[in-house]
């Protein structure tokens, strides 16, 4: 397994959503940063059930522990949000 470092850009993140993503209207990734912020990523399907968001320059600032988790609607009624995952950033050689 690769490990991702801090600063990575360009970093394709995959999330399993547990559901078949067919007539979705809405899908991202909730993130909590390693100093508790949070924030969303608009994410894209990749397969029947799991999406992905590529990284930005800002969205792996800091190392430590990412709690991340899918989300994903079908209009208004349907709104479901997936399992935490961690993705553990490291911090490079400066």
């Given at each position: 397994m690769t490990k991702i470092y801090k600063g990575d850009v360009g970093v394709?993140?995959?999330?399993?959503?547990?559901?078949?993503?067919?007539?979705?209207?809405a899908m991202k990734i909730k993130v909590q940063k390693?100093?508790?912020t949070e924030a969303e990523w608009a994410a894209q399907q990749y397969?029947?059930?799991?999406i992905y968001y590529v990284t930005a320059s800002v969205d792996l600032a800091a190392s430590g522990d990412y709690v991340l988790q899918s989300y994903v609607e079908w209009g208004e009624d349907s709104k479901h949000t997936g399992e935490s995952v961690i993705l553990k950033i490291y911090e490079p050689f400066e």
């Open positions: 394709e993140i995959r999330l399993d959503t547990g559901q078949n993503l067919t007539g979705a209207t390693p100093d508790g397969n029947s059930n799991t």
